[in-house]
């Protein structure tokens, strides 16, 4: 956009993502304060329904159709009277409040300074503060992950805006609803190279679902009330907003009976799925002798549905990733995980299928290894709430853009009416496949006194009663965890899926306490994700987060050795990480981090100890971390190589050997 020559005040802007150059003055009035109330202002709330859509032009459009209600029996009761200008910092923490934000994880900076003022003005909301901006937006997705409600993260401008980069980037490859606030320099000096000026919005464009530079204070409300809406509707998604210093400073008297501006997204969101679109499905279903279900992090809202489902059918259910705990893991036509390190027996469900019911998943490469391979023998049904999903990366043979939980509400009702009619008998089905967990059972081996890392969180699952909410971070540790812990319910098990960004379990722990204070929270971590945002051992302290730390370490990057030892002949390249000229020796000492945090810690070495260890850990109040030290030849299996197929699976082997 040109710069703007005239230093008149410029006439109410759109909000737009490109550099603008202005010379608006700033006003320099300081804010008046009153003890009289505004009158009450209704909340606004969305009806947010999704159904059957063709593609759409926006790749990440969401799919639900919405309708805009007042809901009465909410009120917001404002700090300040109708007619008193504040502050834009002021306008915006209130139109947090307004969208329910109890919680923020915001580092503060020269661009942001007066945004935390207005914070501390707040009595409603409460401000987590990370030591790091990269802690604060993994912390914000944890608080997401954990609890389905928008995790709000605050930033300054430049290095700490860049410093929300791998979280958005993060959220935007596992549909995490994140809205993050990064202060920018003064309108007037965008695009002049300022001190610690970077253009965030271009820089966030491809890894945020949408971004906004605000350039006009009396937008402030709508864009924070469209922000949410996006965020939080269709297929979630983080949303970026931007806002210049000097909007922050003016003063304005705030408008919160505002519309969305979101004509080509509300026009692109599908309404509820055709009833002979699912009485397709459920034919296909009947018809079937081995159908299994496919399901991913798009079903965490619709468990109780998804259950429903399997009740009235009798199919076995295969989890992503991403999609572990939207069915109990412990139930018998539980599958487990598949993919390159699930179980033998899912992957074999897959292979021999003849009907896959993929249910809010995106076939990600780590899933299906060679795509043509994959599911060969089956016909495809696809439900998805993103249309640009559908056919990306398989062909199904019947799709339907929509909310996974209207399509499951919709085929139980049919089930419910026609089930008996259709005598669904998948017995031959399961016994085959039961014969397979015997065969291949998920498994490991132990060496002396050393503690097997499966071992480990075999316990950990034991003394917790597989209710505990899991964090990890990324590698050889995250995989372990997602095969032997038992997640019972959605929103137990948070981790960096997509992106695989490591260093996400601590601050994605904090996150998860702070949202859920009355549960056990644990980073299963490694040493190597752990040390990438250690400083977040402070925040734990001075906030009194019952987080406990379960370190698995082995001193390397594990599974990059275990690729290593299988395809570069053992050849280290840059993966221990110890001390070379002291190998006997644990390094660095992790318990000196949390001496210096003021946790308590301990360290245990043999398995016969482990057990009393984590009881410990669990019993302690507060936060604690446990040091287990584990070998570092164990690899993650079964495995099947990088865009390899069912019959490429590796079962056996480790470190131990040589391939």
Not at 492 to 501: D, H, I, K, R, V
Not at 542 to 568: S, T
Not at 619 to 634: M, N
Request: charge should be neutral; aromatic fraction near 8%; charged fraction near 20%.
């Amino acid at each position: 956009m040109a710069a703007a020559t005239s230093n008149s005040a410029l006439p109410k802007l759109s909000t737009l993502t490109s550099s603008f150059k202005s010379s608006i003055p700033i006003s320099k009035s300081s804010l008046p304060f009153s003890t009289t109330p505004q009158k009450p202002t209704p909340y606004r709330s969305f009806d947010v329904s999704c159904s059957l859509s063709h593609a759409s032009s926006n790749p990440r459009s969401a799919a639900a159709s919405v309708t805009q209600k007042t809901a009465p029996p909410h009120y917001f009761i404002s700090r300040y009277a109708d007619d008193e200008p504040r502050k834009g910092a002021d306008i915006l923490v209130e139109a947090l409040e307004r969208e329910g934000v109890k919680d923020v994880f915001a580092y503060p900076g020269g661009a942001s300074m007066e945004i935390h003022q207005a914070l501390t003005r707040s009595k409603i909301i409460r401000n987590v503060l990370p030591r790091h901006e990269q802690g604060g937006v993994f912390a914000a997705e944890g608080y997401a992950r954990s609890s389905g409600i928008p995790g709000v993260c605050i930033a300054t401008s430049g290095p700490g805006a860049t410093n929300l980069v791998s979280g958005l980037a993060d959220a935007m490859l596992d549909s995490i609803p994140l809205v993050a606030i990064t202060g920018q320099v003064p309108r007037r000096m965008i695009g002049t190279d300022a001190f610690q000026e970077t253009p965030i919005v271009e820089v966030t464009r491809s890894i945020t679902k949408h971004n906004y530079l605000v350039l006009d204070v009396d937008d402030i409300p709508r864009i924070v009330s469209e922000a949410f809406f996006l965020a939080s509707s269709g297929r979630p998604g983080p949303v970026l907003i931007d806002v210049p210093k000097d909007i922050q400073q003016q003063l304005a008297v705030p408008k919160w009976n505002h519309s969305l501006r979101l004509p080509g997204y509300l026009s692109r969101l599908p309404k509820a799925p055709a009833e002979a679109h699912l009485e397709q499905i459920v034919r296909l279903v009947s018809e079937s002798k081995k159908p299994v279900l496919y399901v991913g992090g798009g079903c965490l809202n619709s468990s109780e549905e998804l259950k429903r489902f399997v009740e009235l059918t009798g199919i076995p259910v295969a989890s992503t990733l991403m999609g572990l705990g939207a069915f109990p893991i412990s139930d018998e036509l539980s599958l487990q995980m598949l993919g390159m390190h699930g179980t033998v027996y899912a992957n074999y469900a897959v292979d021999k299928s003849d009907l896959l019911l993929a249910f809010g998943v995106r076939f990600d490469d780590r899933v299906t290894g060679k795509l043509e391979a994959f599911a060969s023998r089956a016909k495809i049904v696809h439900i998805d709430i993103d249309s640009a999903e559908i056919g990306k990366n398989k062909q199904p043979h019947m799709s339907v853009c929509s909310d996974v939980k209207l399509a499951l509400q919709g085929i139980n009702k049919i089930l419910e009416t026609t089930g008996a009619k259709l005598n669904l008998d998948y017995s031959e089905w399961r016994q085959e496949l039961n014969e397979q967990k015997l065969k291949f059972p998920l498994s490991y081996k132990t060496f002396g006194e050393a503690i097997p890392p499966q071992y480990a969180i075999q316990v950990l699952d034991e003394l917790t009663g597989g209710n505990a909410i899991i964090s990890t971070g990324v590698g050889q540790h995250q995989m372990w965890a997602a095969q032997f812990y038992k997640y019972k319910k959605p929103r137990q098990w948070l981790t960096s899926g997509g992106l695989g960004a490591m260093g996400f379990g601590l601050p994605a722990a904090i996150g998860a306490a702070v949202a859920n204070p009355e549960a056990v929270v644990v980073d299963i971590d490694g040493d190597g994700s752990f040390i990438m945002n250690v400083q977040e051992l402070a925040t734990i302290r001075v906030e009194n987060l019952p987080v406990k730390i379960l370190l698995l370490n082995n001193q390397h990057l594990g599974m990059v050795v275990q690729w290593e030892d299988r395809f570069y002949k053992a050849n280290r390249a840059h993966t221990y990480l110890g001390d070379p000229s002291n190998e006997s020796e644990i390094f660095p000492n992790m318990l000196k981090f949390a001496e210096a945090c003021g946790i308590p810690a301990a360290r245990v070495t043999k398995k016969e100890d482990l057990k009393a260890a984590i009881q410990k850990m669990l019993d302690t109040p507060g936060p604690y971390l446990l040091d287990v030290i584990v070998p570092h030849q164990e690899h993650v299996l079964p495995m099947i190589p990088s865009g390899g197929a069912f019959k490429d699976v590796i079962t056996e082997g480790d470190g131990r050997t040589q391939y």
